[in-house]
């Protein structure tokens, strides 16, 4: 069964399906460009899979606002403060796949992963109130039990804090989304934020336990800074640059291409630690 319908049974959208693409690479081998706007764009080069590793499919959906993070919440606030739901988000599954991802034009960021396979929250049952003549407690009656503990949250990643360029040079400013295109089969997501123009694709690999997630900032003098969420470090790693904590840095000469890679399972201790290792080096 496909991932992105079984979504929907576990999480219900507000509106219809407004556009559905299934990521195949152009006839030409280049890359499918789907814009909201008119621009200029080259074809991109790129140390990434020339095909895509898995084959994804791609809604694009309006949703309920399922965030936490009241700074992630801050661009969907209306003017009574109130969280405003998701529009035309995409949402990125592979047939067989339990997770599906989704990626955000507005705040123009990676929402988060859902794990299609966790049990969903019960709802909850509304309280009863206390009558006011209670009678006395009975001591000879059983221990009431203990309710059982809520199930986890679904979501394998969701986002927290700043927006991931936030803490580059030039990047003041609301982000600007202008397209997406599909290269070899992933999709990338093209947008400004201040001065920096920006890509950013998104693709799965290992049957869907690994996300990959390349950024490209082609003019960036003083290099980058990415700031990612605290509870996702101990699932990612980066191909370049240099970790403090949760923000990584990368060189001017490796802004170009930063690839960063997300474990979806759960690792054994012993691969985690050496995850950890590698990355602070």
């Known amino acids: 069964m496909s991932a992105l319908p079984r979504l929907f049974a576990v999480f219900v959208p507000l509106a219809g399906l407004t556009t559905t693409l299934v990521a195949q690479e152009s006839d030409s081998g280049g890359s499918l460009i789907i814009q909201d706007s008119p621009s200029s764009l080259s074809e991109p080069v790129s140390s990434a899979p020339v095909i895509a590793p898995m084959k994804l499919e791609i809604a694009r959906r309006d949703l309920r606002n399922f965030l936490l993070d009241e700074e992630a919440l801050a661009p969907y606030r209306s003017g009574e403060g109130l969280a405003e739901s998701l529009s035309d988000v ?30 969903v929250p019960p709802a909850e049952t509304p309280k009863v109130a206390e009558e006011t003549d209670q009678a006395e407690p009975d001591e000879d009656a059983p221990e009431q039990e203990t309710p059982p503990a809520a199930p986890p949250s679904p979501y394998l ?25 599909l290269v070899a089969g992933m999709p990338e997501f093209l947008y400004t934020v201040g001065a920096l123009t920006i890509e950013e694709r998104l693709w799965l690999e ?76």
Request: charged letters at 20%; a neutral charge.
């Open 90 to 119: 995409f949402v990125i599954g592979s047939h067989g796949v339990p997770r599906a991802i989704f990626w955000d034009p507005l705040a123009c960021r990676l929402l988060g992963v859902l794990d299609l396979d966790a049990p």
């Open 157 to 181: 990643m969701l986002a927290a804090g700043p927006a991931p360029l936030s803490g580059s040079v030039g990047s003041r400013g609301t982000p600007r989304y202008f397209g997406f295109r």
């Open 206 to 281: 290992d049957e869907g336990r690994v996300l990959k997630q390349r950024f490209s900032v082609r003019e960036a003098p003083q290099g980058i800074r990415l700031t990612f969420p605290e509870a996702w470090k101990p699932r990612l790693s980066a191909a370049v640059g240099t970790w403090k904590e949760n923000v990584l840095t990368v060189s001017p000469e490796e802004s170009g291409e930063v690839i960063l890679t997300y474990q979806l399972t759960d690792a054994a201790p012993e691969s985690a630690a050496s995850t950890e290792s590698s990355a602070s080096q």
